[in-house]
Nanobody, 123 residues
Framework: QVQLVESGGGLVQPGGSLRLSCKAS????????MGWYRQAPGKQRELVAT???????NYADSLKGRFTISGDNAKNTVYLQMNSLKPEDTAVYYC?????????????????WGQGTQVTVSS
């Protein structure tokens, strides 16, 4: 099994910053991509940012310039630096990881999700 453990959420004032971390452990296979999604109350889960094992990044257009995703392949960890936070950034942030498992004659791909960490932006 795969475990994704998130940390770094909390309460922050508007304009403040937070850094989220997510570490993958267990039977993780070969990591293709890790990333962050968020879900605000009453809304669908949405993409925040992803990063491939090769370092290619993808961001939600609305978050470019304020959020930065980075990764440490050696630690199987992904980070999300969030700056200039706004009340509308309030949500549960979920870590996601996409893996390939290689076998002698085939391979397969799986996704895993973390439990989520609450980020609240409020004065």
């Amino acid at each position: 099994q795969v475990q994704l453990v998130e940390s770094g959420g909390g309460l922050v004032q508007p304009g403040g910053s937070l850094r989220l971390s997510c570490k993958a452990s267990g039977s993780i296979g070969s990591i293709n991509r890790m990333g962050w999604y968020r879900q605000a109350p009453g809304k669908q889960r949405e993409l925040v940012a992803t990063i491939t094992s090769g370092g290619a990044t993808n961001y939600a257009d609305s978050l470019k310039g304020r959020f930065t995703i980075s990764g440490d392949n050696a630690k199987n960890t992904v980070y999300l630096q969030m700056n200039s936070l706004k009340p509308e950034d309030t949500a549960v942030y979920y870590c996601n990881a996409n893996f390939t498992y290689y076998r002698p004659t085939y391979h397969y791909i799986r996704d895993a999700w973390g439990q989520g960490t609450q980020v609240t932006v409020s004065s």
